[in-house]
Structure formats: C-alpha cells, structure tokens
C-alpha cells in the first residue's frame, strides 16, 4: 500500500495516501516548544485528493457551463432595458461593480457558511441563525459600501451631457440610483450567500458549488435590480424634480 511520511520534530509518520493528516499549531506538526499538535485524520474521499483528473474535470465543468448558460440570462434582461442602458451610460459604466460586489459579498458569506458545515461548526438545522447573522451583516456592510460608492461617484465621474439633456437634478438620481441599487444587492447576496450552502446541503448536493452559484446568481440579480431602479429614478419619474442640488 502506498504511504507517504509526514515528519515533526520527533517522530516520523507513514500515513496512507488515502488518508490526509492535518495538524492543527505551528509548522511540522508542533506548537512552538517543539510539542505534538493535535492530529485530525480526514478521509482522502472527502477531498478529492483521490479523484482522476478527468473525473475532477467533468465534474466541474459541467457545474461551469450550466452556470455559464444561467448567466447568460443577463442577456435578455439587458435587451428588456436597451433604452436605458442606450440613454443613461451611467448605469452600464458602474454595473460591474454593482454585480461585481454582490458578487463578493455573496462569496464571502457562502465560504463562512461552507466552513462553518465542513468543521463542525454550523450544523443544517442552524440555518436560520446564520441567515438572520448575513442579514445584519449584509445590512451593515451595505451601508459601509453605498457611502464609499456614493463618495467614489461623486468625486470621479462628471456626466455634463447628460445633466445638460436631462436636468440639473440628474447627477442626483444617478447617485441615488446606483446607491440605492448597491445598497440592494449587497444585502441580499450576503443573506443568500450564507443560506445556500446549507439548501445545498439539505438536498444533497455539493456544497462548494454554493460559492460560483452565488456569483452567478447576484449577475442576474443584480443587473434586474439596477435596471429595475435607475429606470424607476432615470426615466419614469423624470417630470418629477427630487432636490436640485447645485453642486451635483
């Protein structure tokens, strides 16, 4: 059987391949006065480090393309809002970074939750405590990140033809608009970055898919929630002044 040697500072090991050794303290098994550390025997089944190449590759690729068709949803939500997208450039210029950190909030929050299951720490019937902890985390960081988006906006980007063609309060709703949409986004990627894993879970599928599921889930959400709210901000409620404000 083939064994592989794992050396601390005392004794040397031989550890099955099936087997993977992780010692919890400081480098090569030890606490910092040359001690054992405690050892943690995980089957190698449980991570992959047995699978084929090929077998890994098929199992991941067929969760990419089928994430890769879900996102290009985005297509037809994008088409349903040309004009929008045509007249306002503010929305598509700061759309990546919309759905980009949704994107990232929601990773975050799904790699907690998938940790959390993996050592013990979260069980599947906690579900609803680490949902309502992401969504006061969500709330928090929201707000933290719709400031910092407002400032950024504000001070960097200056649309004179279109504050010209729509009105001195535009550069107003624009902010709010995006802001507002931001504000959205974060929140919800993080309560649903947090949930999926364990739904994943619940029902029997691999739980580290959570964390590209999520990404491509905000994309689609958070593309019909800009478009949603700066058409809302933008066009439909155009003929109705917000606040002119002159230094926008």
């Known amino acids: 059987k083939a064994t592989v040697s794992v050396l601390n500072w005392h004794t040397p090991q031989a550890l099955s391949m099936s087997e993977l050794v992780h010692r919890r303290g400081a480098p090569h098994g ?8 405690p050892v943690e025997v995980v089957p190698a089944a449980a991570t992959g480090v047995d699978d084929g190449i090929l077998s890994t590759v098929w199992k991941r690729i067929t969760v990419l393309i089928g994430l890769m068709l879900l996102q290009s949803m985005s297509q037809f939500i994008l088409e349903s809002f040309q004009k929008l997208v045509s007249d306002h450039v503010i929305v598509p210029l700061f759309l990546t970074m919309l759905v980009g950190a949704g994107g990232n909030a929601g990773n975050q929050a799904a790699v907690a939750s998938i940790t959390g299951l993996a050592t013990g720490q979260y069980t599947t019937k906690m579900y609803r405590r680490v949902l309502a902890r992401e969504f006061v985390i969500g709330v928090l960081c929201a707000t933290a990140l719709s400031a910092a988006a407002m400032a950024r906006i504000h001070l960097l980007y200056s649309p004179a033809e279109q504050v010209e063609a729509f ?15 931001l ?17 994943f879970e619940g029902v029997g599928l691999d739980r580290e898919h959570a964390a590209p599921c999520i990404q491509v889930i905000m994309d689609i959400m958070g593309v019909y929630i800009t478009c949603q709210i700066c058409t809302y901000l933008l066009v439909e409620s155009r003929a109705m002044p917000i606040i002119p404000l002159s230094f926008f």
């Open 30 to 37: 030890g606490d910092v006065a040359g001690r054992e550390g």
């Open 183 to 199: 504000f959205l986004i974060v929140m919800s990627s993080m309560a649903i970055g947090g949930a999926l894993p364990f739904l």
């Open 167 to 181: 009105g001195e309060d535009y550069m107003l709703r624009a902010l709010l608009g995006i802001t507002l949409s």
